[in-house]
């Protein structure tokens, strides 16, 4: 016999079949043990009755959680009212004939069988191989597979080519100290703080590309919104006419990812209480002056000329879009120029400021990109003000002294849109494996 998967055992309603996974539960009733049972598409209840196999009964008494087991039985369909709805299987329940043990485990560090897993995160993380294969832990990131996918779908039907870029980079490229170095042979190199450059050249050969890329940050702080290791949504667009578009495009990206998420992770949000919002005004768009204005109006806390918003700034933004606009994303445009990397248009009516943008929502920044400097000596130009030695960037420079067309380009942050979604109160949740100052797997502490 096949292995048969818990979303198709209804389909074999009266007859044997094999099935295998991980216990989740075991309870013991007299001569009967009812067994959860879990594979990749859910749980399905097996009862072990000893009038029907001693051997199994004599076997199920000594399974614990996450024993990964073989068992055949014949799929029983349940009474109507012992059908339980919030199951795909909920319908049916398997009657052991046999029961065999691939795997034992040993006794677990806490308890897996509750609906939520209730841990500190520091016991989440020491323990983040078992504690992922909990079905509250595990649904974090199948809404972060349909975020991924929506991303790269929407852009694939816009004629976008799907590029793979480098991680290991000659150059700190977005300024600032927040970067690892790293030893390369006998060189120096560093982790890349994002994919940026690599998408503009190749904005040179496929016009319309976006990538799924891990970039590297050295944030010198532990934050709840900030990693060291994140997974950026970038997409680079040539051929502009103005650098709206890109902001058009993003509110078109972050409106379908939010929908797409409301209809294919129904089972998901459940697991954590959420009901997605319908979005149908569109995101308001504001400069940073107007913003802070605002800010000063309705706080009167001052922070008028600073070069960006800083995390209290943000939440009251998105609640004054909330209020006057019915929208719970805003977009932030016009930075300064020594706020924005070396590669950011200047406003040709305002050279103090950028062509750039932030987009808001939920209380923090999603989203951030504007239009780049497309003009070869201009970004020489550039370069040489932010003292970054042209040869140092020869093959990101050549594509631009080959001719570049209009451009532009964003990116996004999967574990913070993950996170807001879902109400998680720390970004590390929203990261399989998160990296930030104090960890890499283990505590750095831990690590000899």
């Not at 818990?6 to 539960?25: M, N, P, T, W």
């Not at 991680?167 to 170095?181: D, R």
């Not at 070869?376 to 050549?398: G, T």
Request: net charge neutral; with cysteine; hydrophobic share 40%.
């Amino acid at each position: 016999m096949t292995r048969v998967l818990s979303k198709d055992a209804s389909k074999h309603a009266g007859k044997e079949i094999i099935f295998k996974g991980f216990i989740r539960l075991r309870r013991d009733h007299g001569k009967l043990i009812f067994l959860d049972v879990r594979d990749l598409f859910g749980v399905i209840q097996v009862v072990v009755n000893a009038k029907v196999s001693e051997a199994a009964y004599n076997l199920s008494k000594k399974l614990r959680p996450e024993d990964v087991v073989e068992i055949i039985g014949k799929v029983n369909k349940r009474p109507d009212n012992a059908v339980n709805k919030d199951l795909i299987t909920g319908d049916i329940e398997l009657e052991a004939t046999d029961v065999k043990i691939i795997s034992k485990a040993e006794t677990l560090p806490f308890d897996m069988g509750g609906e939520n897993l209730n841990l500190e995160l520091p016991t989440l993380l020491d323990n983040r191989s078992l504690a992922l294969r909990h079905p509250q832990v595990s649904a974090i990131f199948k809404i972060q597979e349909t975020i991924a996918d929506t991303f790269r779908n929407v852009l694939k039907e816009k004629n976008f080519t799907e590029i793979f870029v480098p991680t290991i980079v000659p150059l700190a490229t977005e300024g600032g100290a927040e970067v690892f170095e790293v030893k390369y042979y006998d060189k120096k190199a560093f982790l890349a703080q994002s994919p940026q450059l690599y998408k503009q050249i190749m904005v040179s050969v496929f016009e319309k590309v976006f990538t799924i890329a891990h970039a590297y940050r050295a944030e010198p702080s532990v934050t709840t919104r900030h990693l060291s290791e994140y997974v950026s949504l970038d997409a680079e667009i040539g051929f502009i006419n103005s650098w709206e578009e890109l902001m058009d495009l993003s509110e078109e990206i972050v409106k379908k990812i939010i929908a797409s998420v409301k209809e294919k992770n129904k089972e998901e949000l459940k697991l954590f209480k959420v009901k997605l919002f319908d979005i149908k005004n569109p995101f308001p768009r504001i400069t940073l002056k107007k913003a802070q204005d605002i800010i000063f109006e309705r706080t009167k806390i001052d922070h008028r000329g600073e070069p960006d918003l800083n995390p209290g700034d943000e939440k009251e933004i998105c609640n004054w879009a909330k209020e006057e606009y019915g929208s719970p994303f805003v977009f932030i445009t016009h930075y300064p120029v020594e706020k924005r990397p070396f590669y950011t248009m200047p406003d040709p009516k305002d050279e103090k400021h950028t062509l750039s943008f932030d987009l808001l929502g939920i209380q923090e920044e999603w989203v951030t990109g504007g239009q780049r400097i497309n003009d070869y000596d201009s970004l020489l130009e550039n370069m040489k003000k932010w003292k970054i030695d042209p040869k140092s960037l020869e093959i990101y420079l050549q594509a631009f002294r080959y001719g570049m067309p209009k451009e532009g380009g964003f990116a996004m942050g999967i574990e913070r849109i993950t996170k807001d979604l879902l109400g998680l109160k720390n970004i590390r949740e929203a990261s399989l494996f998160p990296r930030d100052m104090e960890r890499v797997d283990e505590k750095l502490s831990d690590i000899k």
